[in-house]
């Protein structure tokens, strides 16, 4: 006997997929509104002001970590602002944060390793070799370089994953390595719907062939 019929089940199927796919959306738009606070917030507003909007916005990705417990896109946003965070703090409190930042991407790892492209393991990458080594923190050039090389290998292209891992290798010495990193972030695909993330990157990139320059 045929309980419900072929036609009940592909309806019942297509609401499933309709407020999956509206969840997605909603997810979608609210982290954008993520990165476009965090890029004002870090490229645009003093250290000062930082200190007052990075908890606002800290907030703001908890509430969305609850709203979505089974999705990685805010758990790297999380850890993404309090690394930056951490970096304008500074101190023992940076510290802790940062070991928050690290905690978060692991989390995200195991719910969906390429999520937003490989930002997890740039955002590692990234930790790794910026934080102070043992016993004060847990950095790591050996492990900071195998992330960036995994990012890299999810995202070629990126401008973020170019920029770090360039930026890793001037800190090591390896300025003409570095350079050509740096170069490929710098001539990087924009991203439309992030114009004020990738300009306030290449600021960056353009900082550090600067010192690179000085060096050679």
Request: glycine share 6%; proline share 4%.
């Amino acid at each position: 006997m045929q309980i419900i019929s072929r036609s009940l089940m592909v309806f019942v199927l297509s609401l499933f997929s309709a407020a999956a796919l509206a969840q997605n959306d909603g997810l979608a738009n609210a982290i954008l509104d993520v990165q476009h606070q965090w890029a004002h917030i870090h490229y645009q507003l003093d250290e000062d002001q930082q200190e007052t909007a990075f908890p606002r916005l800290e907030e703001t990705i908890d509430a969305l970590i609850k709203q979505y417990p089974d999705r990685a896109d805010p758990l790297v946003w999380k850890a993404i602002v309090l690394a930056t965070h951490a970096g304008v703090k500074g101190g023992l409190s940076a510290l802790s944060m940062v070991r928050d930042a690290r905690d978060l991407l692991e989390q995200a790892e195991k719910i969906d390793p390429n999520a937003l492209n490989g930002s997890i393991y740039t955002t590692l990458g990234s930790l790794y070799y910026q934080v102070p080594g043992w016993p004060l923190g847990y950095g790591d050039d050996k492990k900071a370089e195998v992330f960036l090389k995994k990012a890299l290998a999810i995202n070629p292209t990126s401008i973020d994953a170019n920029y770090f891992y360039g930026d890793f290798l001037y800190r090591k010495g390896h300025y003409l390595e570095a350079l050509s990193a740096l170069e490929k972030a710098m001539h990087a695909p924009g991203r439309l719907d992030r114009p004020l993330a990738d300009e306030g990157r290449r600021k960056e990139i353009q900082a550090v062939i600067a010192k690179i320059k000085d060096k050679t």
